[in-house]
C-alpha cells in the first residue's frame, strides 16, 4: 500500500514566523506533487503543485521537492491567523493515482 | 451558478439502503472525482472519470457505483450502504486530471446507522 505521510500535529506558530510543513512518500515512482489547504468544515483547495526537484514559490508559499529522499515540503513566510487550517499532501503515480496524507493541522498564534 | 455543487450537502440512511450523491459541475472540465474523508485516513479517491462514459476505479472502491453519462454530472451510489460508509464525501472536477488542479465542491456528510 502506498502511503503519504505527515505529522498531524498541531503545529503551533506564531503570527509572522516561517511555518514548515513535511511530507514523506513511498511510492518513487510519484512524479507529481500538492499542497491543499482545508479550513475546518470546508473543502480542499490546492495551493502549490511541484512537480521537479527543487524550490518554487508563489507568493508567502515555497514548496520543496527531493525525490532522492522521497520527501516534499510547504513553508509559509509572515504567518496570518488566516493560514490556520489543515494543509494535505498529495502525490500522483501512474500505479497508485494520487494518494492523500491525512493533513497537518497548522494553528498561528497572534 | 457557476463552479461545482454536491446535494444532498447532509444525508442519514440505514444500513441496507442504496443511496445516491449527485455532483454536478459547470466549468466542462474533462475530469472527476470522488472521494471520501475520514479522521485519520485524509482523503482516499473511489473512483475517477476521465470523459463521459470512462470511469475507472480509485483506492477504495468497493461498495459504490459510478456512472457519467453527462460531461457536468458524476453521481455516486452505494448499492446497500453500509455503516463502514458513514464519511464525508466530496466531488472534485478539473480540467488536466490528477497532475492538474482539482477544484473540490462544498461535500457530502453521509450518515449510516
Known amino acids: 500500500q502506498k502511503e503519504v505521510e505527515q505529522n498531524s500535529g498541531p503545529l503551533s506558530v506564531p503570527e509572522g514566523a516561517i511555518a514548515s510543513l513535511n511530507c514523506t512518500y513511498s511510492d518513487r515512482g510519484s512524479q507529481s506533487f500538492f499542497w491543499y489547504r482545508q479550513y475546518s468544515g470546508k473543502s480542499p483547495e490546492l495551493i502549490m503543485s511541484?512537480?521537479?526537484?527543487g524550490d518554487k514559490e508563489d507568493g508567502r508559499f515555497t514548496a520543496q521537492l527531493n525525490k532522492a529522499s522521497q520527501y516534499v515540503s510547504l513553508l509559509i513566510r509572515d504567518s496570518q491567523p488566516s493560514d490556520s487550517a489543515t494543509y494535505l499532501c498529495?502525490?500522483?503515480?501512474?500505479?497508485?493515482?494520487?494518494?492523500f496524507g491525512s493533513g497537518t493541522r497548522l494553528s498561528i498564534r497572534p | 451558478d457557476a463552479g461545482i455543487t454536491q446535494s444532498p450537502r447532509y444525508k442519514i440512511t440505514e444500513t441496507g439502503r442504496q443511496v445516491t450523491l449527485m455532483c454536478h459541475q459547470t466549468?466542462?472540465?474533462?475530469?472527476m472525482f470522488w472521494y471520501r474523508q475520514d479522521l485519520g485516513h485524509g482523503l482516499r479517491l473511489i473512483y475517477y472519470s476521465a470523459a463521459a462514459d470512462i470511469t475507472d476505479k480509485g483506492e477504495v472502491p468497493d461498495g459504490y457505483v459510478v456512472s457519467r453519462s453527462k460531461t457536468e454530472n458524476f453521481p455516486l451510489t452505494l448499492e446497500s450502504a453500509t455503516r463502514s460508509q458513514t464519511s464525508v464525501y466530496f466531488c472534485?472536477?478539473?480540467?488536466?486530471?490528477?497532475?492538474?488542479?482539482?477544484?473540490f465542491g462544498p461535500g457530502t456528510r453521509l450518515t449510516v446507522l
Open positions: 511541484i512537480y521537479s526537484n
Open positions: 498529495a502525490a500522483y503515480s501512474s500505479a497508485s493515482k494520487i494518494i
Open positions: 472534485a472536477s478539473g480540467a488536466g486530471g490528477m497532475t492538474d488542479t482539482q477544484y
Open positions: 466549468w466542462s472540465h474533462s475530469y
